[in-house]
């Protein structure tokens, strides 16, 4: 997001300077993203508005669905790391040694106690020994603990399904290989570094 260099809040520019795709007869529906292009391509004629329009909505898209999430914790009186530790440990059919938690979560292994211990306390979830090793412990989602994560993951589904909802199985398919093409290239280049 180019425009985002300053650190301040884009102005919004709606003079002159039009997006070269609107000669070509496109008649697409306009989003702020339009407006950062041409802004930014004035300044940097270099810029390519593809690269620039895809990185700004995708970064866009994801601070959306956050708010959303956030207001959908707070609707469920969640913190985000607790509802992580319940997707995880739903993610896991709902029972789950404490360091498998801890690995899905990408935590050391005594920092996910804490979290179990306040998870606990509001009944969300319980431990109990394990049945092949007694010294060790699995957590279990309570019932109240799946109807929290459900609940909050339920606000946050149904926006992604309203605004993917309008492209069709195809280009929801389309927009998906692209998005993991885009993906695997990155996480190639994280393990090489």
């Known amino acids: ?101 801890a690995a899905d979560l990408g935590m050391p292994p005594n920092s996910v106690t804490g979290r179990l211990d306040a998870l606990e306390r509001r009944g969300f979830v319980r431990r109990t020994p394990s049945a092949t090793d007694r010294r060790r412990v699995q957590v279990e989602l309570t019932d109240e603990g799946r109807a929290a994560w459900l609940g909050a993951m339920g606000g946050v589904g149904h926006e992604e399904y309203r605004l993917l909802g309008g492209l069709t199985a195809d280009e929801r398919r389309t927009l998906a290989d692209l998005l993991r093409r885009v993906m695997v290239r990155a996480e190639q280049e994280a393990r090489e570094s």
């Open 1 to 101: 997001m180019g425009g985002s260099r300053s650190g301040g809040p884009e102005p919004r520019d709606r003079g002159a300077g039009a997006d070269p795709r609107d000669q070509a007869g496109g008649a697409e529906p306009r989003d702020r993203t339009d407006e950062h292009i041409v802004r930014w391509t004035r300044i940097l004629p270099d810029l390519d508005p593809d690269i620039e329009g895809s990185v700004t909505r995708m970064v866009r898209f994801v601070e959306h669905i956050r708010r959303v999430k956030d207001r959908s914790l707070v609707e469920y009186d969640l913190h985000r790391h607790e509802y992580d530790t319940l997707q995880a440990l739903g993610g896991r059919h709902g029972t789950a040694a404490p360091s498998e938690l």
